[in-house]
């Protein structure tokens, strides 16, 4: 079992940053793949980023490819994304979600999903 916390969103302006923390319980974190995704108001589901349990490894959407960077403390069980350059578009909440091992990008992948944080970016 992995539990998850975000935290770290917020209201920002356009070309701002934010640094979203997610905070992971249980010794097995360090072979978990960790992903990044996000949900605008009536909107499914989309991925943002995936780092490998080694963190040897990371994927982007093309959306945040260069804005957006992915990272991981596995001393601390918690992985981070950094973000720059937002844009209005970026405005959702944002949830970070664990599976075991494989390297994936879809939702349906993941065993475990935190409650969410909330990013908006204003113009």
């Known amino acids: 079992q992995v539990q998850l916390v975000e935290s770290g969103g917020g209201l920002v302006q356009a070309g701002g940053s934010l640094r979203l923390s997610c905070a992971a319980s249980?010794?097995?974190?360090?072979?978990?793949?960790m992903g990044w995704f996000r949900q605008a108001p009536g909107k499914e589901r989309e991925f943002v980023a995936v780092?490998?349990?080694?963190?040897?490894?990371?994927y982007y959407a093309d959306s945040v490819k260069g804005r957006f960077t992915i990272s991981r403390d596995n001393a601390k069980n918690t992985v981070y994304l950094q973000m720059n350059s937002l844009k209005p578009e970026d405005t959702a909440v944002y949830y970070c979600a664990a599976v075991w091992t494989k390297m994936t990008i879809e939702v349906d992948d993941y065993d475990y999903w935190g409650q969410g944080t909330q990013v908006t970016v204003s113009s």
């Open positions: 249980g010794r097995t974190f360090t072979r978990y793949t």
């Open positions: 780092i490998s349990w080694s963190g040897g490894n990371t």
